[in-house]
């Protein structure tokens, strides 16, 4: 009942994209589609939540695609929990654009593909067949892809729009030839049937490799994220929010489906692969979003370390499930998929309040900004919010997730391969580092963007945003804090999909005293958000009151320190860069191959000095860029063929029918 449900709110968000052709001239045809996405996808959020609360499992079948196969969906623990996921995400993006997508330019290119990208991420989470899968992961690619173009006369976005298609297609190969291995020679794309054939380890360790770079390329592991940085920028924010804190989680849903289900039991190995990929991607996604003024490219390379930080968990998950240690590998699980919920929280209010800040300002830049807190006090706010809980601070939601993450690396002594003692508190190492690395990222962040004085007239002018994107804004903020203080109750709800895929879940934690959680055992380690909400609260209320009632009343004005410049200009303010000039200076010669160059008059000359710092993509540079030279210099010498004669081509055949036989006769 719950995937038929699930099947027809999909077809009417198709039925959706439709009208939008219709309506996207007519002048409420904005409000039309977003609202019944939202009410769309809320009802396919309580949905799938139903099943997921209830335990309950379901299936059915349409008579489409393959003859002889046709199209099976089916809901279970896993897919209602991403169901709900995406779903929720799609509700509060849909609910943001109802104001913002009144001011877009082009909504007729944006309108139809929006709901075609939500039906087709929750197609993905359905499918259960591998044609299916795939046929559905290309609808996802496509809509976002033509959503990513809908400016495509704005600076960057063709290009932009070119190499997420490429990366797309790429990854979408690669699943193509996993699904091929796990289907093999009968050729029966079924998962349940999958699911029951023995696979060789070799066979096992190869569908590994290719289900972690055609998941990966969507979600954005190093080195497969270069499009993040660039087609986050170029969506409108509302999609941004969508690809950033849904479509991410729905290839994680890929990895965990396929890797952890359908392959069969685990090699301690693989743990070793997914950690180091997880844990470099980490890093390096934060280390990039420090040096980053674009609001929007910072969040998609903070993106980037969050799909980290969630492979970091699979990785331990994999750990523990290859040496049978159920109970840590539930735990480990439980932690990945809370910090992928967490992630959509607040990485979607992020975007909103980039949004927020674009449509205000005009800028993305946020070394134009600043001052902000005074003319957008609620999306300060907000962004506040959302900045605090991505920084890992307690008592919001982002806290509790890293903090389990960091419960299943102190349990790694009990693994007994000397790979994994070492690879595991390595990775832990490095979560540590980017954790504290994303809190300086956002405290630089917000602090330049909303603090200090106006560094432009754009942000002079400011003010604030409509209603419909603060209700989105303050119902996610609102969120991030209850997930922090009330996180027993989403542990216990992840418990169905942890026995599903790691045969075990954590104990119980609606029955703990104080709403406290406990990973393990008491004796271990616990942690109880509301009464760290309830002493933040009562420090900081009695704090106000002793300053309001006991601080001297007199009041004297003086002027503020100058540094011996009284005419300040809001350009001597703290800059961004500035703020990151240290990190840079620390893994800049070998992250970034950053190169500085000062030009200072001499005294007497009044030209100004120049400052000029230079920032490489090392992953760019050393993987992609030589790639693209090949195809570029290859195409220009095929282009010469359409201008060749008859005869030539005659040639060209008879020569290739020569080769092509010989190439026979020396292999029989």
Not at 347 to 369: C, D, H, P, W, Y
């Amino acid at each position: 009942m719950a995937a038929a449900l699930a099947i027809g709110f999909v077809g009417c968000l198709l039925g959706s994209a439709i009208v939008g052709v219709a309506v996207s001239r007519s002048r409420h045809g904005t409000s039309l589609i977003y609202l019944s996405a939202l009410i769309l996808s809320l009802a396919a959020c309580v949905n799938a939540g139903g099943a997921l609360l209830l335990s309950h499992s379901s299936s059915c079948e349409l008579p489409l695609g393959l003859p002889w196969l046709g199209a099976h969906f089916r809901i279970d623990a896993l897919s209602a929990f991403f169901l709900v996921l995406v779903n929720f995400g799609g509700a509060a993006a849909s609910l943001f654009a109802v104001g913002y997508g009144r001011h877009e330019e082009s909504p007729g290119r944006v309108l139809p593909f929006y709901p075609a990208f939500l039906a087709g991420m929750n197609l993905v989470v359905l499918a259960e067949d591998a044609f299916t899968f795939l046929l559905s992961w290309e609808l996802m690619s496509l809509a976002s892809w033509a959503l990513v173009m809908a400016h495509h006369r704005e600076e960057g976005n063709a290009r932009a729009g070119f190499i997420y298609l490429v990366m797309a297609s790429f990854g979408t190969v690669a699943l193509l030839l996993a699904f091929g291995l796990l289907a093999g020679p009968e050729g029966d794309y079924l998962f349940t049937t999958i699911r029951a054939q023995r696979h060789a380890d070799d066979v096992s360790g190869l569908v590994l490799a290719l289900v972690l770079i055609g998941t990966g390329s969507k979600a954005g592991l190093v080195p497969l994220h270069v499009w993040l940085p660039l087609a986050h920028p170029a969506a409108p924010s509302h999609v941004s929010a969508l690809m950033s804190g849904v479509m991410t989680k729905v290839a994680i849903y890929g990895f965990i489906r396929i890797a952890m289900d359908l392959v069969g039991a685990p090699q301690w190995w693989w743990a070793v692969v997914v950690l180091v990929v997880g844990a470099v991607t980490a890093v390096l996604g934060v280390l990039h979003a420090l040096m980053e003024t674009d609001i929007k490219r910072l969040l998609a390379y903070s993106t980037v370390e969050n799909v980290g930080i969630v492979f970091v968990g699979l990785g331990l998950t994999l750990a523990f499930a290859s040496n049978g240690i159920s109970v840590a590998a539930a735990l480990a699980l439980t932690a990945a998929l809370l910090h992928a919920f967490n992630h959509t929280l607040f990485k979607s209010l992020l975007f909103f309040g980039a949004g927020a800040l674009l449509g205000a300002t005009g800028e993305r830049n946020i070394e134009r900004m600043g001052g902000l807190i005074h003319r957008m006090p609620k999306t300060s706010l907000f962004m506040l919010a959302g900045s605090a809980a991505i920084s890992a601070l307690p008592p919001l939601n982002g806290f509790v997730s890293e903090w389990l993450m960091f419960q299943a690396v102190l349990i790694s002594p009990q693994l007994p391969q000397w790979g994994l003692k070492f690879f595991v508190p390595a990775a832990g190492a490095m979560l540590a580092l980017a954790a504290a690395l994303a809190a300086a990222c956002f405290v630089r962040a917000y602090g330049v963007a909303f603090l200090g004085r106006p560094r432009s007239e754009s942000a002079r002018m400011a003010g604030e945003t409509d209603p419909w994107s603060l209700a989105a804004m303050g119902l996610l903020a609102v969120l991030c804090l209850v997930a922090g203080i009330l996180p027993g109750l989403l542990i216990d709800a992840l418990a169905p999909v942890t026995t599903l895929i790691a045969s075990a879940h954590m104990p119980a934690q609606s029955s703990q005293p104080w709403l406290s959680i406990v990973p393990i055992s008491e004796s271990r380690s616990s942690y109880n958000g509301l009464l760290v909400f309830a002493f933040i609260s009562i420090a900081a209320g009695i704090s106000a009151f002793a300053i309001r009632k006991l601080a001297v009343r007199s009041l004297r004005r003086g002027p503020a320190w100058d540094c011996g410049y009284p005419e300040s200009s809001p350009a001597a303010q703290y800059t961004g860069l500035s703020f990151g000039q240290p990190m840079r200076r620390v893994f800049g010669t070998t992250v970034f191959l950053a190169t500085e160059h000062v030009d200072m008059p001499a005294p007497g000359d009044t030209r100004p000095a120049i400052y000029e710092v230079r920032l490489h993509d090392v992953v760019w540079e050393t993987l992609y860029a030589p790639i693209a030279w090949a195809v570029d210099t290859l195409s220009r010498f095929l282009n010469k063929a359409q201008f060749l004669t008859i005869r030539s081509f005659l040639s060209l055949v008879f020569v290739a029918l020569v080769l092509l036989l010989l190439g026979l006769a020396i292999w029989q």
